[in-house]
């Protein structure tokens, strides 16, 4: 029981943590994709550049969001310890197991909260790129 509940944890954490590693990918693309449009708008001077550069920007802030760690959200040694206070020796392995079910309970919060960021911030991005994209053919195929 306390094996699959920590492993259940585990498992959580993990992609957790991959979720910011895609959200550091995001932000890459953002970047490079600011910088694209930047430059399409020193080649065509129009002001029609700045909207997917501010979706962008928008998805930067989104994703920004989702990475920052919230210090309020994390279980320290002494919070566990002052929340589940101490454990019997008879009852000690269902106490951890309820220790780790709470601890998994608030990290898919944590979790559910980051992902619904991420997901602004990617769907932003898709935005940015098919609005960008249409924009500049319009500039190059405008008579």
């Not at 310890?81 to 919060?109: C, H, P, R, T, W």
């Not at 980051?114 to 960008?132: D, E, M, P």
């Amino acid at each position: 029981m306390v094996d699959e509940a920590r492993e259940s944890l585990f498992q959580l954490e993990y992609i957790a943590t991959s979720l910011d590693s895609k959200a550091y990918g995001i932000i890459a693309i953002n970047t490079i994709l600011l910088s694209v449009f930047a430059f399409s708008f020193e080649i065509y001077h129009s002001k029609l550049i700045f909207v997917p550069s501010f979706i962008i920007i928008a998805s930067l802030i989104s994703v920004l969001v989702c990475i920052v760690p919230r210090s309020s959200h994390r279980m320290t040694g002494e919070k566990i310890i002052n929340l589940y206070g101490e454990m019997n020796i008879d009852n000690a392995a269902g106490q951890l197991a309820f220790n780790y079910a709470s601890l998994e309970k608030e990290l898919n919060v944590i979790y559910e909260e980051k992902y619904k960021y991420f997901r602004w911030g990617l769907l932003s991005t898709i935005a940015s790129v098919i609005v960008g994209f249409v924009i500049i053919a319009y500039l190059i195929f405008d008579p």
